[in-house]
């Protein structure tokens, strides 16, 4: 299971961090993946970690201001926002799955397992 958390209403150029907890399986042995949705949009990804290196991949529109990273001890990921604008309004998901190989770490229909979103608001 995965358990996002961490949303919530922040102005603009606040900051939030994510935590994607995941149980009955070990986060550091997966990919694992952030993705969002806005209201009316498709779903978009916004971070990813490849499990067979480790890479941290971000998507063009969060690059500079989102930090993923991950607690093995802790079984947990997380998605440190900074900088937020408007336009990063979105129900965010955590995804993960065992075997993907880099090119189909963004395309979430290739994952295999999806927590709950957690909405996080940016008013301007």
């Known amino acids: 299971q995965l358990q996002a958390s961490g949303g919530g209403l922040v102005q603009t150029g606040g900051s939030l961090r994510l935590s994607c907890s995941a149980s009955?399986?070990?986060?550091?042995?997966?990919?694992i993946g952030w993705f969002r949705q806005a209201p009316g949009k498709e779903r978009e990804g916004v971070s990813c970690i490849s499990f067979r290196t480790g890479t941290i991949y971000y998507a063009d529109a969060v690059k500079g201001r989102f930090t993923m990273s991950r607690d093995n001890t802790k079984n947990t990921v997380y998605l440190q926002m900074n900088s937020l604008k408007p336009e990063d309004t979105a129900v965010y998901y955590c995804?993960?799955?065992?075997?993907?190989?880099?090119?189909?770490?963004?395309?979430?229909?290739?994952?295999?397992?999806w927590g709950r979103g957690t909405l996080v608001t940016v008013s301007s």
């Open positions: 009955g399986f070990i986060a550091g042995d997966f990919a």
């Open positions: 995804a993960a799955d065992p075997a993907l190989i880099t090119s189909s770490l963004f395309k979430g229909e290739h994952y295999d397992y």
